[in-house]
């Protein structure tokens, strides 16, 4: 069992940075694929970052470049490193984990969740 819960999120202007952190609970954080989904009204769950055990990282075409996704395996922590914010970032972005050790850009394959923390990129 997993509990996630993030911190981080807010206001910003477009262009500027904020900080996503994930706090898990449970044994074994270590061996967990992590990542970050966000989710506007009326639309799906879209992938943005996810970090294996073994430190790779994937991320959305969308966020290349401007977010990164890092862990603190000491601190059972997730994080995303968001730079160059845009109007489009607006959304609810969710923390999740997966036990096994691939990384996947469906939602679907993600058995924890956090419950979400929302940013708001202003133009």
């Known amino acids: 069992q997993m509990q996630l819960v993030e911190s981080g999120g807010g206001l910003v202007q477009a262009g500027g940075s904020l900080r996503l952190s994930c706090a898990a609970s449970g044994r074994s954080f270590s061996i967990y694929s992590m990542g970050w989904f966000r989710q506007t009204p009326g639309k799906e769950r879209e992938f943005v970052a996810g970090?294996?055990?073994?430190?790779?990282?994937e991320y959305a075409d969308s966020v290349k470049d401007r977010f990164t996704i890092s862990r603190d395996n000491a601190k059972n922590t997730v994080y995303l490193q968001m730079n160059r914010l845009k109007p489009e970032d607006t959304a609810v972005y969710y923390c999740?984990?997966?036990?096994?050790?691939?990384?996947?850009?469906?939602?679907?394959?993600?058995?924890?969740w956090g419950p979400g923390t929302q940013v708001t990129v202003s133009s």
């Open positions: 970090i294996n055990s073994g430190y790779a990282t």
């Open positions: 999740v984990g997966r036990a096994e050790g691939a990384i996947f850009s469906t939602a679907a394959r993600y058995e924890y």
